[in-house]
């Protein structure tokens, strides 16, 4: 017998029996994403596209007021691909999770929160960011930086981050006022998404240009 066809057997149903755990195990993550989103954003009617299997969904939500429609994305690691998951884990790290929240009324302007470890991806992605006024924030020793243009966005962007539950989640928020956006991304952890969403919605509110006012 060829030496070569046990290891080979052996590699075909490691990679079959990883393929069926690593599916499970995506779907499973799936699951509660979308569930702890809905229970925490309520939206009155959801919508779920899948992609690539189980790599991932694009979702549309539509909302009550002072949100219109909620349209996201999640994508998650190649977990059902044994060979490629760990090259996966140098490349994306962690699953990845995207809302934007379209907003019916009108927004201060436009600032973000920024984590240390994606400001540099950050800073080549937010248009005009070299004319932004700019800080730099610490949370639990994580270090977060704030970008803004419109005064009074500065200690908005502050008090938000401050008062979120479990902002480790968090990669890059934005108030867009010219979009009437807010866009979160986000690392996705099971038990925290939820909580953090329902920490995060009622702290936009002073984003909305009804309660602009100075910093400090």
């Known amino acids: 017998m060829n030496q070569w066809i046990i290891p080979l057997i052996a590699l075909a149903l490691i990679t079959t029996l990883g393929y069926f755990q690593g599916r499970k195990k995506n779907r499973w993550i799936s699951g509660w994403i979308a569930r702890e989103s809905e229970e925490a954003l309520k939206p009155k009617d959801t919508t779920y596209t899948n992609f690539g299997g189980t790599i ?4 549309v939500y539509r909302m009550e007021r002072p949100f219109r ?9 190649p977990r059902q691909s044994i060979l490629y998951f760990p090259i996966s884990l140098l490349i994306a790290r962690h699953d990845r999770y995207y809302l934007n ?17 994606y400001h540099r991806k950050a800073r080549k992605t937010i248009l005009g960011v070299e ?7 610490f949370k639990n020793n994580r270090r977060y930086i704030l970008f803004w243009k419109e005064k009074g966005m500065g200690d908005r962007l502050r008090k938000f981050l401050d008062r979120i539950a479990h902002e480790e989640l968090l990669i890059h928020f934005c108030c867009y006022g010219e979009n009437k956006t ?26 909305f240009s009804k309660g602009a006012s100075d910093d400090e």
């Open 69 to 77: 429609e909620g349209k996201g994305t999640f994508t998650l690691l």
């Open 182 to 207: 807010f866009f979160f991304y986000l690392k996705p952890e099971k038990g925290k998404l939820g909580e953090f969403f329902r920490s995060a919605l009622p702290e936009l509110k002073p984003f």
């Open 101 to 117: 929240l379209f907003i019916q009324g009108k927004l201060l302007g436009e600032g973000h929160i920024v984590s240390s470890g």
């Open 131 to 137: 004319s932004m006024e700019s800080d730099e924030v």
């Open 56 to 59: 991932g969904y694009n979702f």
